[in-house]
């Protein structure tokens, strides 16, 4: 009885063995096999972590970010309160017609401006207010030449005065009925201006000697003298170019004859101004004032003026623009 147990128990034991060796056995190639998708697993799963070190980032420099950013928001301040930025950085205010939208082309036809009536400008599609800008011109004396000469009209678009070109004949006699009432306005400041050289010195000059210079009339010499005042002053001749109002083909005209002899400014005490001292200049606005004004509150007063160009929206432009009206004595 005993050798019949120990039998079975023997037997039982062989076959646990191979059914274990059957069922969980490899053959040498199995196990090349099971370690080398072993070492792929592990590979893909340190692969991510060894990305920085073959592929670099690309680098970002935040601070010239932040600084456009800030010049970017300066700009939009000043839009709002009506500055717009034209030409080489130049401070004017927004005109109210600014022009926008379709315009009424209206009919077309010969005409001479000299002689034509305010129903045939609003015939050929000119706007009431150009009309009235039209009519003043005549009756002051001022006549038209040659065709190009409406374009010097206020108000009169590029693509109208491209539109009427063409269809304006102008009478070599000016002496009809329509101007015979004028002629004590013969003379001509037009004339007068331009066949006479005048020096006149922008930070001196009054009204009078502004009109005195072509194309300059009583509403830009005005305009000329209070962006002055609101400047403190202007340090070169180009800053009358950014009149509000002063198209830059008459600014070249008069530029010959503007000159500085005196250049004292009045300036601004970056260490003791507040914002509303410095926001009403042309130059600074509130974006600017309030930054220039935040920055000596949290690092103190300023040493030079210089030390504005610390501050993120003041750019190597605006400094040199503002510059000469600060100071910190």
Not at 57 to 70: R, S, V, Y
């Amino acid at each position: 009885m005993q050798e019949i147990v120990s039998t079975l128990v023997t037997y039982s034991v062989t076959m646990s063995k191979r059914f274990i060796a059957d069922y969980f056995g490899f053959t040498k190639k199995e196990r090349t096999g099971i370690f080398v998708l072993l070492l792929l697993i592990g590979f893909f799963i340190i692969l991510p972590f060894l990305f920085p070190f073959f592929i670099k980032e690309k680098t970002f420099d935040h601070i010239a970010f932040a600084k456009a950013i800030d010049s970017l928001k300066v700009k939009q301040a000043d839009n709002a309160d009506g500055y717009v930025n034209r030409n080489a950085g130049k401070f004017e205010q927004r005109s109210s017609t600014t022009y926008s939208g379709p315009q009424n082309k209206g009919e077309l036809f010969y005409f001479d401006p000299n002689t034509a009536s305010a129903a045939d400008w609003k015939r050929l599609g000119i706007r009431d207010k150009t009309i009235a800008t039209i009519s003043n011109y005549l009756s002051k004396g001022g006549k038209f030449y040659r065709k190009e000469d409406i374009g010097k009209i206020w108000g009169l678009h590029q693509d109208e005065i491209d539109r009427l070109i063409p269809y304006i004949q102008i009478k070599n006699d000016h002496s009809t009925a329509t101007f015979s009432a004028e002629k004590k306005y013969e003379p001509r400041q037009y004339n007068t201006k331009s066949s006479v050289a005048i020096a006149v010195d922008i930070n001196l000059a009054d009204t009078t000697a502004f009109i005195a210079l072509p194309g300059i009339g009583s509403k830009l010499s005005q305009r000329i003298i209070n962006f002055r005042e609101k400047l403190g002053g202007f340090y070169k001749v180009e800053q009358i170019g950014e009149t509000f109002g002063l198209a830059d083909s008459t600014f070249q005209k008069i530029k010959p004859s503007l000159m500085i002899s005196k250049d004292q400014l009045r300036t601004i005490n970056i260490n003791v101004a507040t914002v509303d001292e410095m926001k009403s200049h042309p130059y600074l606005r509130y974006a600017l004032a309030n930054a220039i004004i935040q920055y000596r509150l949290q690092h103190g007063n300023y040493l030079e003026v210089e030390g504005i160009k610390k501050i993120m929206a003041i750019t190597e432009e605006i400094y040199n623009k503002v510059s000469p009206y600060l100071t910190v004595n």
